[in-house]
């Protein structure tokens, strides 16, 4: 059978071609460090990557999402931190005038204190936290304590995914910090911010049995700052754990990912040697079937 020129270009164009192939994948994999970088490399793989990469992308996000409510609980904990500390000095204050060693002038120097302790006690319960007031539930883009101190916020939960089908509260529920619930009203118990009133109307009136009064309402809504602070440790703590679990689980993932998609760079090294040679013996090779003799020219 006799063998035309038109056939014989194509043998050798289809090995060229092949081998040219070859050695592009291998050069492929060698600068890309990846074993898989399209579906025909290896299309269980390929799924398993795919898979991989998604659950990696899920993880990450739980843990930005735990990083946004523990700066969102830190900043309500600092806001509590420091209406603590003003209690702790109006109590300092009450306890102090009312001795009988100190006269309307001196009740009037404290009651002024006291004022600016209101107006710091209430800048503290409208803080913020990325734009959002955190004191005020659902209503968040409100700030939640008035002027005249008065609780505009809700009872609104706020939860966030921390995982697959787990969701965490990441806010408290303030308004009981700054108002006395119907039960505590019955027992005859005082807002926060009516706290503070019947202290400064003490301090005004020089009336020692309404400043004696105002020190066992500072010690009852102490009582409640450091409860809701534990209330908050208690989150963040529980956000802590969980962020930490997510982060060796994203660890562990990317290993995963790492041994079905990472190339073995010395077996690819190898293998681009191999076809490179492959390559150049090949072009050879074909260069010297195609050269054209006399007996060719004379057909």
Do not use: C
């Amino acid at each position: 059978m006799r063998v035309s020129e038109r056939m014989r270009y194509g043998v050798v164009n289809n090995r060229v071609e092949r081998s040219k192939t070859s050695n592009a994948d291998a050069l492929e994999t060698l600068s890309s460090q990846k074993r898989i970088n399209k579906l025909s490399d290896d299309p269980t793989g390929a799924k398993d990557i795919i898979n991989t990469r998604d659950v990696i992308r899920n993880k990450q996000q739980f843990i930005r999402n735990i990083d946004f409510s523990k700066g969102y609980l830190e900043r309500t904990e600092t806001a509590i931190s420091g209406i603590t500390d003003n209690l702790i000095r109006a109590k300092e204050l009450a306890i102090g005038m009312s001795n009988d060693t100190y006269d309307q002038n001196s009740r009037d120097a404290s009651a002024k204190e006291i004022k600016q302790i209101i107006d710091e006690v209430i800048q503290l319960g409208n803080a913020s936290f990325n734009g959002r007031y955190v004191f005020a539930g659902f209503r968040n883009q409100t700030p939640p304590i008035t002027a005249d101190g008065q609780f505009l916020g809700d009872d609104g939960k706020i939860f966030v995914q921390v995982d697959q089908g787990n969701f965490r509260q990441m806010n408290i529920q303030a308004r009981n910090l700054f108002e006395a619930d119907p039960s505590e009203a019955e027992s005859g118990r005082y807002g926060l911010m009516q706290t503070f009133d019947v202290l400064l109307k003490g301090l005004h009136s020089n009336d020692k049995e309404m400043i004696h009064k105002s020190m066992g309402e500072l010690e009852f809504q102490l009582e409640k700052a450091t409860s809701y602070q534990a209330t908050i440790g208690g989150i963040w703590g529980s956000l802590a754990n969980t962020s930490q679990r997510l982060e060796g689980e994203v660890d562990f993932e990317k290993e995963n990912l790492s041994k079905v998609q990472d190339a073995d760079m010395f077996a690819a090294t190898s293998e681009f040697k191999r076809t490179e040679t492959v390559l150049q013996s090949t072009l050879m090779a074909s260069n010297k079937l195609l050269q054209p003799s006399l007996l060719n020219f004379m057909q």
